[in-house]
């Protein structure tokens, strides 16, 4: 087991963060006298430099941010910004966080964003600062403009799967999901084995064939499209639960659509493109089986706490719950 | 019957406490005193401008859609094709922009970000050379043509040379080291012990820095044709033969989990 003040404090893992901000008063308050009372290079001499010192102090900054408990957070920021100085790209995005969290209203927001610009103006690559200046004009709702943003981050800098995620997010608002499908295979081509990306791309995709006339070739291929990424989540990391429920849900729309469509086209549509042929009906058959199967079993020994079996987050847990409880209820009618 | 006659010096017990000690302890402090000067010498390195940024990422780029063309459609991978390949002939990922293919490389000297990282280099060299030359000289002043200490293991006559060095006796054992020769070995052999005292990445072995140095210098940034570079990935780009990951992953997963 890692030490948890290493572990960053996520939006994904409530109880982790609430546990740090919980130790971070404490924390603060053990640092011997000399840490905070001797300038930075004479400070080594007493005190003991290591990187995990650095990484769980940000870690408890962030901690304390995400629990509002602001003094707090400004100490750890005073800590770091002595250690690795102002100008350092990375206290410069604390800092900024630090004062988007003490903004009042949206007014001091744009503040900060103007303190941004002035940034970005002297040193036009600080990624960190840009994707803090995404960050801010998203939260504030300026989607067009945090589009722009991220838009010139991606000329400047096309590897970079962060800000390609975040731009396909931007879209999915938006309900560009054409563009939001392209932005996904970018991050795709950075990380080809990111299975929660992989599983991603398949929602937007689905939600993509929910917007298309109902039993059109195009859907249908889409749909399959998106039931195969699924399956790819899955062949990545075994028990992915959120793989399997899109699994089941895309299985469940296939089978659906394939009745409907009398003499679905075996053959691949357009070979142009290289596009893959529909699955066959017994296939989709088998795999919403499967997926129905495994959505059981997850839910089952992870509620009996078996082994091995915990980590699942417990919404999405809920959610495949009540699906398979709306399930049997069908069978039952 | 006694084996061949074992060589027999005496020395001065002496010898040990106020050469061999010496020249050790002064070794391991050099070494560490050398890993200070070298982590306060390092300049931070400087920021790319942003064009030569974006001429590297997309050079990245490209070749991760080369790697990881399986990852997306076939219908995708063709217009990311396209699109690079009317970018590389139109020079628009180039840092100076369409205009600068074809002219001269730059000079590396005349650019000064580059003579601020080849002074960076030199002063680490100058950091590793300074005390290694005065430690020798020192030795050379003070204790050369002393037979220090006498290896507990027999030896080749070849090792003559590395362990006696500044003792001119032909007959002397090999097993015989001299002051310099002392000197030599914890030049090379003290690199543990300044992992066990400073860390794994220290800065103290001068041998480690000059192959690393070197290294640096072979790969010096900024030389090479960039436009030459992107066609060449443009030609790999255009022979990549495209399948998908995809293609049949539904039999695959009911293959593996026994559906």
């Known amino acids: 087991m890692s030490d948890p003040l290493l572990e960053a404090p996520t939006q994904t893992n409530p109880s982790h963060t609430l546990a740090l901000s919980q130790k971070a008063r404490p924390y603060l308050d053990s640092r011997p006298w000399y840490f905070t009372t001797l300038p930075y290079p004479l400070s080594l001499f007493l005190a003991p430099e290591s990187q995990e010192r650095w990484a769980a102090s940000q870690n408890l900054f962030l901690a304390s941010l995400i629990a509002d408990d602001l003094p707090v957070a400004y100490a750890y920021l005073e800590d770091i910004t002595e250690r690795f100085g102002k100008l350092n790209e990375r206290v410069m995005a604390l800092q900024g966080l630090y004062q988007e969290a003490s903004a009042k209203d949206t007014k001091a927001l744009e503040d900060v964003v103007k303190n941004y610009d002035e940034l970005l103006k002297t040193d036009p690559t600080l990624m960190a600062i840009r994707k803090r200046r995404v960050a801010v004009l998203k939260g504030v709702g300026r989607i067009a403009d945090a589009v722009g943003d991220l838009v010139l981050m991606l000329d400047a800098s096309p590897t970079d799967a962060e800000a390609w995620a975040e731009l396909a997010d931007c879209y999915v608002s938006q309900g560009a999901y054409e563009q939001a499908v392209w932005c996904l295979e970018e991050v795709l081509l950075v990380m080809p084995n990111a299975w929660n990306m992989h599983a991603r791309l398949a929602e937007v995709q689905y939600i993509q064939s929910q917007k298309m006339s109902e039993g059109s070739g195009e859907q249908l291929k889409t749909l399959s499209e998106s039931m195969r990424r699924f399956c790819r989540s899955i062949e990545l990391c075994d028990d992915y639960l959120r793989g399997y429920y899109g699994l089941k849900i895309t299985t469940a729309r296939l089978l659906a659509i394939l009745e409907k469509v009398k003499k679905p086209p075996t053959a691949s549509s357009d070979l142009v493109a290289g596009d893959l042929a529909p699955p066959k009906v017994a296939t989709v058959y088998k795999l919403n089986e499967l997926a129905t199967a495994k959505l059981a079993e997850i839910v089952r020994r992870s509620s009996a706490e078996e082994k091995g079996w915990d980590g699942y987050s417990g919404a999405e847990l809920k959610a495949a719950k009540a699906m398979i409880e709306k399930d049997t209820q069908k069978i039952e009618r | ?259």
Not at chain 2, 20 to 27: A, D, K, R, Y
Not at chain 2, 30 to 48: A, D, E, F, N, W
Not at chain 2, 194 to 203: K, T
Request: no cysteine.
């Open chain 2, 1 to 259: 019957m006694a084996g061949p006659v074992e060589q027999q010096i005496h020395r001065d017990p002496a010898l040990f406490y106020w050469i061999l000690l010496p020249i050790t302890v002064v070794m391991i402090l050099t070494g560490v005193l050398r890993h200070y000067l070298t982590v306060l010498l390092t300049s931070t390195p400087k920021r790319q401008p942003l064009e030569k940024l974006r001429e590297q990422r997309h050079l990245a780029h490209i070749r991760l859609l080369i790697a990881n063309s399986p990852q997306i459609p076939r219908a995708s991978f063709e217009k990311r094709r396209e699109w690079i390949a009317e970018q590389v002939k139109d020079g628009g990922f180039l840092a100076g922009g369409p205009e600068s293919r074809g002219s001269a490389k730059p000079n590396p000297l005349s650019d000064p970000a580059m003579m601020e990282g080849m002074m960076g280099m030199m002063k680490g060299q100058v950091a590793m050379m300074v005390p290694q030359s005065l430690i020798m000289g020192w030795i050379n002043a003070f204790f050369s043509g002393y037979v220090i200490m006498k290896l507990p293991f027999p030896l080749t006559p070849q090792f003559k040379q590395m362990l006696q060095a500044g003792v001119g006796t032909r007959d002397l054992d090999v097993r015989w080291v001299s002051s310099l020769s002392w000197y030599f070995l914890t030049l090379f052999g003290l690199q543990p012990v300044y992992n066990f005292i400073l860390g794994s990445n220290n800065g103290a072995n001068q041998m480690a820095q000059q192959m690393q140095m070197q290294q640096a210098g072979q790969q010096m940034p900024g030389v090479d044709d960039m436009d030459k570079i992107f066609q060449a990935e443009l030609e790999n780009v255009e022979v990549v033969e495209h399948w998908y990951v995809l293609d049949g992953v539904e039999e695959r997963l009911l293959k593996r989990l026994g559906g």
